[in-house]
């Protein structure tokens, strides 16, 4: 047995009932078989076995009170996976399927995507199954309020920076941070995605959106290929959606779809920035349901979500670009093929894991372009990572400034993937090169720290 087969051996027997942690350390340590080979010194210090495991796990209970006066209780929590080169860095999520086996592999992702930006970042994740559908301001006030009066001690600008992921947004990080700032009584850069009043950056909002489709532009580039007059499936249309929506009809591309939990809308016409800007005002400020686009725009159908992944969903829609865009394991292997079967160049996750191990086998399989979520999101906590140089600097950068330092991060991070995987015979596979690169930086940091 080989060394990554012992580690996986021995990750799956510690947590068989963790899914996704197991599939994204899968995922990275398949991809490190002939690294750990050229370097004997990794095996020696149990660098693998050291990696899968988080230095420190925290969960918490979350009472809060409703605007009827009935109590709630929820589970929140914070893992701080590795800091081996940088405070621990990662969003946080409110939703109701969040687990400890979701943290896990959202705060493992972490550790590759932040070694790839080029920053000092540590990763990490946290979140609660708590779910913001449906409830007040104030009530979502009240819960942040009570999660953060257990975080704010495990938490600091130099310790560990959390910040925005799905249900939390600008509105939950205000909350958070006014409830820190009173309990440390110091203002910091503690969290970003803060509002551009109260130390956030500009880009920010737009970084995970904006840099995976700037990602997407580098890859068509190796084809000579361009966004100009490629249709695009998007899947989400919360903010990494919106972003990247944005983007590609700045490029000139054509948007075709945008969904939710409840179900996709296809607009033959594509969607424009007039439509885009209807999108964010239903999404951002009334909060409403994607369905009512069908009702509003007559280009548009709209089809409610099957219980189960379908082939006839949004998948299913002939593109040549496809950003998925909403959660993990979104694209299957049977919606895999339907994509390869329409004709699909180039598919660059948006989302955190969204498409499974037989979708990604299927892709690449088929000679079409693929890039993993942890390359090609990592615009946002590159963002983030600006956000708290800038809090440091106790300085602003203009948003011309930052959206090109954002390019060249993400140029940088194509350019390590697509650089690597050619060093090893694999030219064209973005998911060894990012794994590989990501692994190497903080393999390095690891080894020259000691056994910690
Ligand atoms: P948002 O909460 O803003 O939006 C999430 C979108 O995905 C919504 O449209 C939501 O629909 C949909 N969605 C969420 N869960 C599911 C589900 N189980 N099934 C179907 N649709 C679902 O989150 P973000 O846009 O911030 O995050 C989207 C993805 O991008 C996540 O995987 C996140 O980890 C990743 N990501 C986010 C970054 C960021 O900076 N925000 C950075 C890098 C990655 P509904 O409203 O109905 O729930
Ligand atoms: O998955 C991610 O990279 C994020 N949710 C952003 C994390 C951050 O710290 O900005």
Redesign the pocket.
């Known amino acids: 047995m080989s060394h990554v087969e012992a580690a996986l051996k021995l990750a799956r027997q510690r947590d068989p009932d963790q899914p996704e942690f197991l599939q994204a350390v899968e995922e990275v340590l398949e991809s490190l078989e002939s690294v750990m080979e050229a370097h004997p010194e990794f095996v020696e210090a149990k660098i693998l076995e050291r990696m899968v495991e988080p230095e420190r796990l925290l969960q918490f209970r979350v009472p809060w009170v409703d605007d009827s006066g009935k109590v709630h209780v929820n589970r929140g929590f914070r893992i701080q996976f590795n800091g081996a080169i940088g405070p621990y860095k990662g969003?946080l999520?409110f939703?109701p399927?969040v687990n400890l086996s979701i943290l896990k592999f959202?705060a493992f992702e972490q550790v590759f995507?932040n070694s790839l930006t080029g920053l000092p970042l540590g990763g990490g994740k946290g979140g609660s199954d708590f779910d913001p559908?449906g409830k007040s301001d104030n009530e979502v006030m009240r819960f942040c309020q009570s999660f953060m009066s257990e975080l704010w001690r495990h938490i600091g600008n130099n310790t560990d920076v959390p910040?925005?992921?799905?249900?939390?947004?600008g509105r939950e990080i205000g909350y958070l941070f006014g409830q820190y700032k009173k309990l440390q009584n110091e203002f910091t850069g503690v969290l970003t995605?803060k509002g551009m009043s109260w130390g956030g950056s500009l880009i920010?909002p737009e970084?995970?959106?904006y840099g995976l489709v700037y990602f997407v532009r580098e890859m068509l580039a190796t084809k000579s290929e361009t966004f100009a007059g490629k249709s695009v499936a998007i899947?989400?249309?919360?903010?990494?959606?919106?972003y990247a929506c944005e983007k590609v009809i700045e490029l000139g591309g054509k948007p075709m779809t945008?969904?939710?939990?409840?179900g996709f809308i296809h607009d033959a016409d594509g969607i424009d920035a007039e439509k885009l800007a209807w999108i964010m005002d239903l999404?951002n400020n009334r909060r409403g349901?994607?369905s009512e686009y069908a009702d509003h725009f007559a280009s548009a159908s709209y089809a409610a979500?099957q219980p189960e992944p379908s082939v006839n969903g949004l998948w299913s829609v002939k593109v040549d670009v496809a950003l998925p865009?909403?959660?993990?394991n979104?694209i299957n292997g049977d919606e895999a093929k339907s994509l390869v079967d329409n004709g699909v160049m180039v598919v660059g996750e948006?989302?955190?894991?969204?498409c499974t191990p037989e979708a990604i086998e299927c892709f690449q399989g088929n000679g079409v372009m693929f890039s993993p979520?942890k390359a090609s999101?990592?615009?946002?906590?590159a963002t983030?990572g600006l956000e708290m140089s800038q809090n440091s600097l106790r300085m602003n950068w203009s948003r011309e400034e930052v959206d090109e330092k954002l390019d060249t991060i993400m140029v940088n991070i194509h350019k390590a993937a697509y650089d690597t995987a050619k060093k090893y015979g694999r030219e064209g596979d973005y998911v060894f090169g990012a794994n590989v690169a990501g692994f190497l930086k903080v393999a390095d940091a690891m080894l020259a720290q000691g056994v910690l």
């Open positions: 969003g999520r939703h399927s959202l995507k559908k910040a925005g992921d799905i249900g939390v947004g995605g920010r970084a995970t959106g899947s989400g249309s919360g903010n990494v959606a919106q945008m969904s939710d939990s409840s999404k349901r994607i979500a865009c909403a959660t993990q979104e948006g989302a955190n894991m969204p979520g999101n990592a615009g946002g906590v983030s």
